[in-house]
Protein backbone atom coordinates (compact mmCIF):
# COMPACT_ATOMS: atom_id res chain seq x y z
CA UNK A 1 0.00 0.00 0.00
CA UNK A 2 0.96 3.91 -0.80
CA UNK A 3 -0.20 6.98 -0.79
CA UNK A 4 -3.54 7.89 0.45
CA UNK A 5 -6.94 6.24 -0.68
CA UNK A 6 -10.32 6.97 -0.71
CA UNK A 7 -12.14 5.47 1.62
CA UNK A 8 -12.83 2.31 0.49
CA UNK A 9 -16.97 1.23 -0.04
CA UNK A 10 -17.52 -1.38 2.61
CA UNK A 11 -17.71 -1.88 6.37
CA UNK A 12 -14.61 -4.18 6.60
CA UNK A 13 -12.59 -2.16 3.66
CA UNK A 14 -13.03 0.66 5.79
CA UNK A 15 -10.86 -0.37 8.59
CA UNK A 16 -7.86 -0.23 6.15
CA UNK A 17 -7.98 -4.15 5.71
CA UNK A 18 -4.67 -5.02 3.28
CA UNK A 19 -7.51 -6.00 0.55
CA UNK A 20 -7.47 -2.11 -0.18
CA UNK A 21 -5.39 0.37 -2.68
CA UNK A 22 -2.73 -2.42 -4.51
CA UNK A 23 -4.33 -5.85 -2.75
CA UNK A 24 -7.84 -4.93 -4.75
CA UNK A 25 -7.44 -7.86 -6.35
CA UNK A 26 -6.22 -10.29 -3.67
CA UNK A 27 -3.47 -12.78 -4.43
CA UNK A 28 -4.29 -16.11 -4.35
CA UNK A 29 -0.99 -17.48 -3.21
CA UNK A 30 2.19 -16.35 -1.07
CA UNK A 31 5.11 -15.49 -2.25
CA UNK A 32 7.10 -16.09 0.70
CA UNK A 33 6.64 -17.48 4.40
CA UNK A 34 8.58 -17.73 7.74
CA UNK A 35 9.05 -21.13 9.52
CA UNK A 36 7.56 -21.73 12.52
CA UNK A 37 8.43 -25.78 13.30
CA UNK A 38 9.31 -28.73 10.35
CA UNK A 39 10.14 -32.36 10.73
CA UNK A 40 12.73 -34.13 8.37
CA UNK A 41 10.53 -37.03 8.77
CA UNK A 42 6.95 -35.91 9.12
CA UNK A 43 3.07 -36.98 7.92
CA UNK A 44 1.05 -34.06 6.31
CA UNK A 45 -2.32 -33.24 8.68
CA UNK A 46 -3.32 -31.79 5.15
CA UNK A 47 -3.11 -34.10 2.53
CA UNK A 48 -3.47 -38.17 3.20
CA UNK A 49 -0.37 -39.66 2.43
CA UNK A 50 2.07 -37.29 2.08
CA UNK A 51 5.39 -38.00 4.33
CA UNK A 52 8.50 -36.17 3.83
CA UNK A 53 9.83 -32.64 5.63
CA UNK A 54 6.51 -31.14 6.68
CA UNK A 55 6.76 -27.59 7.52
CA UNK A 56 4.47 -25.39 9.35
CA UNK A 57 5.27 -21.93 8.40
CA UNK A 58 2.82 -18.28 8.49
CA UNK A 59 2.57 -16.32 5.14
CA UNK A 60 4.16 -13.03 4.81
CA UNK A 61 1.36 -11.39 2.84
CA UNK A 62 -1.94 -13.19 4.13
CA UNK A 63 -0.80 -13.71 7.55
CA UNK A 64 -2.36 -16.97 7.28
CA UNK A 65 -0.60 -20.66 8.79
CA UNK A 66 0.47 -23.10 6.11
CA UNK A 67 2.00 -26.55 5.95
CA UNK A 68 4.55 -26.86 3.59
CA UNK A 69 6.27 -29.80 2.04
CA UNK A 70 9.94 -28.96 1.72
CA UNK A 71 12.18 -30.96 -1.01
CA UNK A 72 13.67 -33.93 -0.19
CA UNK A 73 17.02 -33.96 2.28
CA UNK A 74 16.27 -30.16 2.45
CA UNK A 75 17.33 -28.23 5.60
CA UNK A 76 15.70 -25.23 6.63
CA UNK A 77 15.51 -23.24 10.20
CA UNK A 78 13.25 -21.65 12.50
CA UNK A 79 12.24 -18.24 11.27
CA UNK A 80 13.93 -18.59 8.13
CA UNK A 81 11.93 -16.70 4.88
CA UNK A 82 11.45 -19.14 2.49
CA UNK A 83 9.99 -18.92 -1.07
CA UNK A 84 6.94 -20.46 -1.95
CA UNK A 85 5.91 -19.19 -5.40
CA UNK A 86 4.79 -20.37 -7.97
CA UNK A 87 8.26 -20.71 -10.00
CA UNK A 88 12.06 -21.19 -8.76
CA UNK A 89 11.38 -22.75 -5.21
CA UNK A 90 14.66 -23.90 -4.01
CA UNK A 91 13.11 -25.75 -0.60
CA UNK A 92 9.78 -26.31 -0.95
CA UNK A 93 8.01 -28.89 -2.75
CA UNK A 94 4.37 -27.68 -2.55
CA UNK A 95 2.33 -26.04 -0.23
CA UNK A 96 0.31 -28.50 0.94
CA UNK A 97 -2.87 -26.38 2.46
CA UNK A 98 -3.57 -23.86 5.58
CA UNK A 99 -3.53 -24.46 8.82
CA UNK A 100 -5.75 -23.75 12.06
CA UNK A 101 -3.93 -22.40 14.93
CA UNK A 102 -5.15 -25.77 17.10
CA UNK A 103 -3.46 -27.76 14.33
CA UNK A 104 -0.13 -26.52 14.53
CA UNK A 105 2.35 -27.40 16.89
CA UNK A 106 3.53 -26.45 20.09
CA UNK A 107 6.98 -25.11 19.12
CA UNK A 108 5.43 -23.62 16.24
CA UNK A 109 2.96 -22.06 19.32
CA UNK A 110 5.91 -20.89 20.62
CA UNK A 111 7.71 -19.06 17.90
CA UNK A 112 4.65 -18.00 16.63
CA UNK A 113 5.19 -14.08 18.49
CA UNK A 114 8.69 -13.64 17.81
CA UNK A 115 8.26 -14.67 14.06
CA UNK A 116 5.18 -12.84 13.32
CA UNK A 117 6.95 -9.47 15.39
CA UNK A 118 9.82 -10.10 12.84
CA UNK A 119 7.41 -10.27 9.80
CA UNK A 120 5.73 -7.44 10.63
CA UNK A 121 8.96 -5.09 11.28
CA UNK A 122 10.09 -6.81 8.06
CA UNK A 123 7.50 -5.26 6.24
CA UNK A 124 7.16 -1.72 8.48
CA UNK A 125 6.41 0.22 5.57
CA UNK A 126 3.27 -1.90 5.04
CA UNK A 127 1.89 -1.15 8.91
CA UNK A 128 2.51 2.02 9.10
CA UNK A 129 0.68 2.50 6.33
CA UNK A 130 -2.59 0.84 7.51
CA UNK A 131 -1.64 3.38 10.46
CA UNK A 132 -1.88 5.98 8.33
CA UNK A 133 -5.21 5.26 6.58
CA UNK A 134 -7.16 3.26 8.75
CA UNK A 135 -10.76 4.38 9.14
CA UNK A 136 -13.67 4.13 11.80
CA UNK A 137 -15.34 0.84 11.43
CA UNK A 138 -18.64 2.56 13.16
CA UNK A 139 -19.73 5.48 14.61
CA UNK A 140 -18.08 4.47 17.60
CA UNK A 141 -15.26 2.05 16.98
CA UNK A 142 -12.37 3.22 15.02
CA UNK A 143 -10.21 0.53 13.16
CA UNK A 144 -6.83 1.70 15.06
CA UNK A 145 -8.88 0.94 18.92
CA UNK A 146 -8.60 -2.70 17.91
CA UNK A 147 -5.17 -2.75 17.88
CA UNK A 148 -3.96 -3.21 21.67
CA UNK A 149 -2.69 -0.66 23.24
CA UNK A 150 -4.34 1.69 21.17
CA UNK A 151 -7.18 3.14 23.14
CA UNK A 152 -9.68 6.79 22.40
CA UNK A 153 -6.60 8.53 23.46
CA UNK A 154 -4.02 7.15 21.53
CA UNK A 155 -6.62 6.89 18.84
CA UNK A 156 -7.09 10.97 18.57
CA UNK A 157 -3.56 11.32 18.67
CA UNK A 158 -2.63 8.99 15.94
CA UNK A 159 -4.98 10.71 13.50
CA UNK A 160 -4.03 14.32 15.11
CA UNK A 161 -0.72 14.03 13.76
CA UNK A 162 -0.77 12.06 10.71
CA UNK A 163 -3.56 14.65 9.40
CA UNK A 164 -0.55 17.11 10.27
CA UNK A 165 1.99 14.43 8.60
CA UNK A 166 1.92 11.13 7.62
CA UNK A 167 4.13 8.56 10.17
CA UNK A 168 7.07 7.64 8.61
CA UNK A 169 8.08 4.36 10.25
CA UNK A 170 7.42 2.98 13.85
CA UNK A 171 9.84 5.18 15.35
CA UNK A 172 8.55 8.18 13.76
CA UNK A 173 5.20 6.93 15.48
CA UNK A 174 6.59 6.17 18.78
CA UNK A 175 7.72 9.65 19.06
CA UNK A 176 5.01 11.62 17.91
CA UNK A 177 2.77 10.21 19.87
CA UNK A 178 4.27 8.30 22.44
CA UNK A 179 2.88 5.30 21.87
CA UNK A 180 5.65 2.04 22.78
CA UNK A 181 6.37 -0.77 20.55
CA UNK A 182 4.10 -0.57 18.43
CA UNK A 183 5.13 -3.10 15.90
CA UNK A 184 4.31 -5.16 19.17
CA UNK A 185 1.36 -4.19 19.05
CA UNK A 186 0.37 -4.35 15.82
CA UNK A 187 1.50 -8.20 16.33
CA UNK A 188 -0.46 -8.95 19.42
CA UNK A 189 -3.48 -8.06 17.13
CA UNK A 190 -2.10 -10.66 14.32
CA UNK A 191 -1.76 -13.07 17.03
CA UNK A 192 -5.33 -12.61 18.10
CA UNK A 193 -6.47 -13.22 14.74
CA UNK A 194 -4.48 -16.26 13.93
CA UNK A 195 -6.12 -18.12 17.14
CA UNK A 196 -9.64 -16.78 16.37
CA UNK A 197 -10.29 -14.15 19.30
CA UNK A 198 -11.15 -11.31 17.23
CA UNK A 199 -14.75 -10.68 15.89
CA UNK A 200 -12.92 -9.39 12.57
CA UNK A 201 -9.50 -9.49 10.83
CA UNK A 202 -7.41 -6.26 10.05
CA UNK A 203 -4.60 -7.95 9.27
CA UNK A 204 -4.79 -11.61 8.81
CA UNK A 205 -6.48 -12.63 5.81
CA UNK A 206 -8.74 -15.95 5.29
Known sequence: MSGQQPPPPSTQDASGHFSQGEHSQARKYEEHAYVLDFTPRGKSIKVRGREGV????????????????????????????????????????????RLEYTAISQSAKNELANIIERVVVANETRFVNYI??????????????????????????????????????????QTRVGLRDPAKLVAKRIIEEIMGQARMNLFVRK
Open 132 to 173: NNAQPITPRIHALELIPGIGKTYMMTIIKERDKKKFENFSDL
Open 54 to 97: IIQAIGEERLTLLELLGIPNTTVEIGERLYIGREGREKVSSVLG
